[in-house]
Structure formats: C-alpha cells, structure tokens
C-alpha cells in the first residue's frame, strides 16, 4: 500500500491465494485504508523472475512505488519498465487502486 505521504507498507496479513488462482479455499481480512492511498496488487510474474534473488522483486516493487503520485496509468507503467526490462517469462499483473471516500449526507 502507498500512503498519501509516499510511505509504503507490505499488507502481509492478506497474503493468500495469488491472484488468478480460482477454485480454492481463500481468507478475507479487513483492513482501513487512509484516503488517497493507493492498493498494489501483483503475481508473482511481476515480482519473481529467473535469475534474480527472490527478495529483490518485492524490494524493487517498494522502492518503486515511494514517493509516487499522480494519476494511476503512468505510475503502474513506470513501476512495469522498473521490474520488467524485457517480456515477461510469467504470467504477470499489477493492479493499482486509490482509495477516494465517498462523503458522508449530514443526517
């Protein structure tokens, strides 16, 4: 997740089920998200790659993301160019989504 302050933090209570992954048992969570932040959501393709250590995609991932703002289209394209010089060798998906809350009708 990326705070409205450019902080990122790795949501690892809702680690599960990769995405794409259907006919399995998976686990709901309930997390409060800021205003403004943005949800990161990958597989493994985007993160994982042959020939680089394992803990380096989620790194790079986070180290892309800080300090990012501004429309959602660019920033995803940068955060792809960043993690994937060449075509991916997986199947590979980021899905990006900003938090905006809806005002609350005075009663």
Do not use: N
Request: charged share 20%.
């Amino acid at each position: 997740m990326l705070r409205p302050d450019g902080a990122v933090d790795t949501l690892d209570q809702v680690l599960g089920v990769p995405l794409g992954v259907g006919g399995v048992p998976f686990r709901t969570t309930g997390i409060e998200l800021p205003d403004h932040a943005t949800l990161v959501l990958c597989t493994d393709g985007l993160i994982e790659t042959r020939g680089r250590h394992i803990g380096t995609g989620p790194e790079s991932l986070r180290t892309g993301l800080g300090g990012s703002t501004g429309p959602l289209e660019p920033m995803a394209d940068r955060i792809l160019a960043r993690l994937l010089p060449g075509p991916p060798a997986d199947d590979t998906v980021l899905v990006l989504a900003r938090v905006h809350r809806l005002p609350t009708s005075p009663d």
